[in-house]
């Protein structure tokens, strides 16, 4: 299928080049019935104008770079949406990158990134792999790191306090009366999980509880439903199930009550569970998971406020690193019907 050119629309319109230029980028400058004769043209050939093209000229991009870790986590699916919102007040748009964690992916999407010349790009790092923050500003890219805490000053970063989540998540389990406890993770080598880990190991330990014989960890492959179901599958198999189980997102505690739903394992007479994230999905379980709400909509526009005040003012910004704390929400999944928050 072909495209017609801005010469044709001119030349339909019995008007310059320049005219229909100033018609798509400054409609101010030209009267109204030469305007209504440019859009008419524009819509009968089918015209679309091209913006790389454009901001190839200018010097500035309206696309904006989002990279995550797993775009069919729900929880990415909400920090998008605070980035595309901020996106669209500003004009732009977002390029929606799943780096699957791997280190290979995130690399090759940078460098597609780069050749659509971005505005900057948003990006949550895989594990396996070194953000190359100096190359990416040297082709005038901001960078902000998204759901991770930055250990350098010249960096933006948004996150959560996630050893706070982990405590609180503790502390709610203890204070229900268990002693006996596992944390359902990814692997340890995640930041997230282990903060949260370490979070709940602390509530516990200001418990005068023991950690060697109260708790201890089950780590599966991956942040979601089917390893979930894995780490209730080891569970069951392992003929010792703890009174309370905390997961370290909510895809992971998903997975787990349904499968000790099939095995007769009752929810929370038998195991309480806490996940982690506060997904849409978690209010909505046959059992209503208590779980650590993230404000995952304000990380992603905060996130996109810091990409487009860095763009703007690149030599003069103050690099911030935000924090956000989380918030306990309790329902069934631990309490059976005695909700509060």
């Known amino acids: ?29 030209v009267a109204e019935s030469t305007r209504t004769r440019v859009l008419e043209a524009v819509e009968l050939l089918g015209f679309v ?13 309206n696309t904006v770079g989002l990279i995550v870790l797993d775009v069919a986590n729900p929880f990415f699916t909400d920090v998008a949406r605070g980035v595309e919102d901020v996106c669209n007040e500003s004009g732009s748009v977002v390029i929606l990158c799943n780096s699957d964690d ?30 190359p923050v100096a190359e990416l500003r040297a082709r005038g890219l901001a960078v902000v790191l998204l759901d991770r805490t930055g250990d350098r000053a010249d960096l933006c970063s948004v996150a959560v306090d996630d050893v706070a989540g982990g405590r609180m998540a503790g502390e709610h389990l203890v204070a229900e009366g268990h002693r006996e406890f596992v944390f359902v993770s990814g692997p340890l080598t995640i930041r997230q999980c282990a903060d949260r880990r370490r979070g709940m190991r ?6 005068g509880l023991r ?6 960890d089950v780590v599966v492959p991956a942040m979601n439903a089917r390893s979930g179901t894995e780490a209730a599958v ?25 499968e000790l739903s099939r095995a007769g394992v009752r929810v929370p007479q038998d195991v309480a569970v806490v996940g982690y ?28 406020e810091l990409l487009f005040e860095e763009s703007e003012q690149p030599e003069s910004h103050t690099h911030r690193q935000v924090v956000f704390r989380p918030e306990l929400v309790v329902r069934e999944s631990t309490t059976g019907g005695d909700e509060t928050r």
């Open 277 to 304: 994230d506060d997904i849409e999905f978690a209010a909505a379980s046959a059992v209503p998971l208590t779980s650590v709400c993230q404000p995952t909509y304000r990380l992603g526009r905060t996130a996109a």
């Open 49 to 61: 104008r091209n913006d790389s093209a454009r901001s190839l000229r200018s010097g500035i991009a």
């Open 234 to 258: 080891r569970l069951l198999a392992d003929g010792r199930l703890p009174s309370a189980v905390f997961c370290a997102n909510d895809l992971l505690a998903m997975g787990l009550m349904r």
């Open 1 to 29: 299928m072909t495209t017609s050119s801005i010469k044709e629309v001119a030349r339909r319109a019995g008007v310059s080049v320049g005219t229909v230029s100033n018609v798509l980028n400054h409609p101010e400058r």
């Open 211 to 216: 950690l060697g014989t109260c708790t201890r």
């Open 102 to 131: 791997s280190g290979a992916k995130q690399d090759r999407y940078l460098r597609v990134l780069q050749e659509q010349r971005v505005r900057g790009v948003l990006v949550t790092p895989a594990r396996d792999a070194e953000l």
């Open 202 to 207: 602390a509530a516990l330990r200001d418990a």
